[in-house]
Nanobody
Framework: QVQLVESGGGLVQAGGSLRLSCAASGFTFSSYAMGWFRQAPGKEREFVAFINLNGMTTDYAHSVKGRFTISRDNAKNTVFLQMNTLKPEDTAVYYC????????????????WGQGTQVTVSS
């Protein structure tokens, strides 16, 4: 069965960096696009970053563009999110997702999700 396991979250001061990982199993990882989303308390899950199946195409939410970088290692079935210059408003649970069925900005268009990893940025 499809399994996505996020790791790398934690508590960091504003201006710091974190690198999130999402280890995938149960499907042919190199055949699927991957996405990162986040959800803050009381808010809807929102798009963060997208990467296509071979890593040649990426896209980012306006709020993280220039600070976050998505990448993937198809040999290790893992997708990463490098987060730099973190801000308190980046505080959220971060989720990876796979098996896209439409517009990648929309959480409802991704079929499988990990359990999430908490990122907390202190001011």
């Amino acid at each position: 069965q499809v399994q996505l396991v996020e790791s790398g979250g934690g508590l960091v001061q504003a201006g710091g960096s974190l690198r999130l990982s999402c280890a995938a199993s149960g499907f042919t990882f190199s055949s699927y696009a991957m996405g990162w989303f986040r959800q803050a308390p009381g808010k809807e899950r929102e798009f963060v970053a997208f990467i296509n199946l071979n890593g040649m195409t990426t896209d980012y939410a306006h709020s993280v563009k220039g600070r976050f970088t998505i990448s993937r290692d198809n040999a290790k079935n893992t997708v990463f999110l490098q987060m730099n210059t973190l801000k308190p408003e980046d505080t959220a649970v971060y989720y990876c997702a796979t098996k896209l069925t439409g517009n990648y900005y929309l959480a409802a268009r991704w079929d499988y999700w990990g359990q999430g990893t908490q990122v907390t940025v202190s001011s």
